[in-house]
């Protein structure tokens, strides 16, 4: 059974850094790329950043220079690192392998 657990999520100040966590499980984590979405409240969901198998990554405009996703394949487990955070980065952040499984969300809200 795939299992996807995201963590790292919190209340930051504009302009901070966080760290989201996506624990993965149930299958064989590295042959398969993963992704982070985020979804804001009356909003599409929408794709932030993802990687491949071999570490080659895509991001969001809106998130290019600013975030950094990375997999560690020992630890079956995807980050997403976020740095100079925006209020427009406010949403539910989502790891997803393949578009096809989700994890239940972890709340990221920047706000003074």
């Known amino acids: 059974q795939v299992q996807l657990v995201e963590s790292g999520g919190g209340l930051v100040q504009p302009g901070g850094s966080l760290r989201l966590s996506c624990a993965a499980s149930?299958?064989?984590?590295?042959?398969?790329?993963l992704s982070w979405y985020r979804q804001a409240p009356g909003k599409q969901r929408e794709l932030v950043a993802s990687?491949?198998?071999?570490?080659?990554?895509n991001y969001a405009d809106s998130v290019k220079g600013r975030f950094t996703i990375s997999r560690d394949d020992a630890k079956n487990t995807v980050y997403l690192q976020m740095n100079s955070l925006k209020s427009e980065d406010t949403a539910v952040y989502y790891c997803?392998?393949?578009?096809?499984?989700w994890g239940q969300g972890t709340q990221v809200t920047v706000s003074s």
């Open positions: 997803s392998r393949q578009g096809v499984n």
């Open positions: 990687i491949t198998t071999i570490g080659r990554t």
């Open positions: 149930g299958f064989m984590f590295r042959f398969y790329e």
